[in-house]
Structures are given as C-alpha cells and as structure tokens.
C-alpha cells in the first residue's frame, strides 16, 4: 500500500491534535519495547500507527522530539510507581530498583544526550518544560523520604540521569551483549546513588 494510502484524516481541533500525539507516543513506546532508541526510526512508529512518516513529523517536528516526549511520558510513570515503593525502603534502592524495571525508560535516559543535541529552539523549550515539570513531580515523590533543598533536587536528578545512562550504555541488558562493563545494572545504580545521596546529606 503506498505510504499515502495511510494518512489518517488530518487532525484539526486542539483536542484532534492531542489524541493524535496520545496516539503517536503510545505506538513509539509500543516500538521501544522491541528494539532501541538510537535504532528506532520514524518508519518504524508510521507501521506501527499507520500513519505516513509525513505525516508524523507534522504533529512532533522530528524524530528526536518524539521520542524525548515519549521519555517525559516514561518519566511520569517511573515517578508514579516510585511513590509508592519509597514506603518500602531506602530512597537511592527505590530509585534503582524502579528505574531497571523501566528498560525503555533507562534506554532513552542512554540516548538522551544524542537527542537533545539535534533538537531546534522551539523544542528544547518544549524538554525544558517538560524537565521542570518531571523534576518538581520528583521532588514531591521524594520528600516524605527524602526532603530536598531546589538546589539539593536539580543536583539528584542530574546524578540520576548521569549514573542511569552510563550504567546502562555499559550493562548487558540482553545475552546478545558480551563482555559487559557492567555486570548488574540495577545493583550498580544502587551503590550509585547510595553514595551521591550520602554526599548530598552530608
């Protein structure tokens, strides 16, 4: 079927546009479960939707920006379920354990930096909105463990997206991977933690 044939009708409304990018980021994440960021491309989601690439780039502008939306929505979801495991135990093993339950999460925390790099004006003011926001949603999930000055939390939340993507990118998160720089992903983002934590309470 020519790409054309796939077109939805095109959305109008305000409403029309955000169920359509509700659509898109539900289909990217679908993809992201099957393969990585840095391999997933715009045509790969358009099989996925079944929506022209064309199409696609009117709604998010780019590739780049539709999968740091698609982390922003994993963002949201990584905070929730670490609300309700910071009850159970120590903050830096809640965030570790959270995050390695959320590979599409840490592999686009991995590829961010490639990401953010190729994105124009307009978009990075959209991230930066979106960073605030995911940042602030942090703050508040953490505070009943783990109360932080504004300066204390930006800080953290570097340290998280820092630690996440290294020891990732160096972990074998399949056995297709040999010869791991990292042997426990989850482990390793623990200790992590466990010591930027100790240093920001010190």
């Not at 796939?6 to 992201?32: G, I, K, N, P, Y």
């Not at 290294?166 to 390793?188: E, H, L």
Request: aromatic share 4%.
């Amino acid at each position: 079927m020519p790409e054309s044939d796939l077109s939805f009708v095109r959305a109008r409304s305000a409403a029309q546009r955000q169920d359509r990018m509700t659509q898109l980021v539900t289909a990217t994440r679908e993809c992201l479960r099957h393969t990585t960021a840095a391999s997933l491309t715009l045509g790969d989601v358009a099989a996925e939707v079944g929506l022209a690439k064309s199409g696609i780039l009117r709604y998010v502008g780019s590739r780049e920006a539709l999968l740091l939306r698609v982390m922003y929505d994993e963002h949201l979801d990584w905070i929730h379920a670490l609300a309700g495991e910071l009850g159970k135990t120590q903050p830096a093993a809640a965030l570790a354990t959270t995050l390695a339950a959320r590979p599409v999460l840490c592999d686009l925390i991995a590829a961010s930096p490639v990401l953010i790099g190729r994105l124009g004006p307009r978009d990075m003011e959209v991230l930066r909105a979106q960073a605030r926001d995911a940042q602030h949603r942090l703050g508040a999930a953490l505070h009943p463990s783990l109360p932080l000055s504004d300066e204390q939390l930006g800080s953290l939340t570097a340290a998280i997206h820092a630690f996440t993507g290294t020891a990732w990118a160096w972990t074998a998160p399949d056995s297709s991977t040999p010869n791991a720089m990292v042997g426990d992903f989850g482990s390793t983002l623990s200790r992590l933690l466990t010591i930027f934590i100790a240093g920001l309470q010190a």
